[in-house]
């Protein structure tokens, strides 16, 4: 593929510190939060704390970020030392296939799979 890396993670850290907000509605960068059974299965106060650092994540490295697309991250929930993984993946509109260009907005959704480690 050849895009802006750059600009790529500026649109996913943007989305990412939207998702799951109302104002989502009025930002550019498209696209679903997912989170999975084992995430949604915490209680809703874990939930929450899940959201509160998914949204000021930003322990960005050459090892959990290779590429600086600032894609993928991980963390801990403080309550019960419960590791959190997060995952950013790029659709076409529809949702159906990969997207062709992921830092062209027209074309590209974002799903943003919350979930524990052992759901990788």
């Known amino acids: 593929m050849n895009y802006n890396t750059k600009l790529l993670a500026e649109q996913n850290d943007m989305f990412r510190k939207h998702i799951g907000m109302v104002e989502m509605d009025i930002i550019d960068v498209k696209?679903?939060?997912n989170m999975t059974m084992g995430v949604d299965a915490l209680?809703?106060?874990q939930k929450?704390?899940?959201l509160i650092?998914?949204?000021a994540y930003d322990d960005f490295n050459e090892d959990n970020d290779p590429h600086g697309e600032h894609d993928f991250g991980?963390?801990?929930l403080d309550e019960?030392?419960?590791d959190i993984l997060w995952k950013i993946?790029?659709?076409d509109t529809n949702y159906e296939y990969g997207s062709e260009d992921p830092s062209n907005l027209k074309i590209t959704r974002r799903v943003?799979?919350?979930m524990l480690p052992s759901e990788y």
């Open 112 to 114: 943003l799979t919350v």
């Open 43 to 45: 209680s809703n106060f």
């Open 89 to 91: 993946d790029y659709y």
């Open 48 to 50: 929450l704390d899940t």
């Open 80 to 82: 019960n030392k419960q």
């Open 53 to 55: 650092k998914l949204w």
């Open 31 to 33: 696209g679903k939060l």
């Open 74 to 76: 991980r963390f801990t």
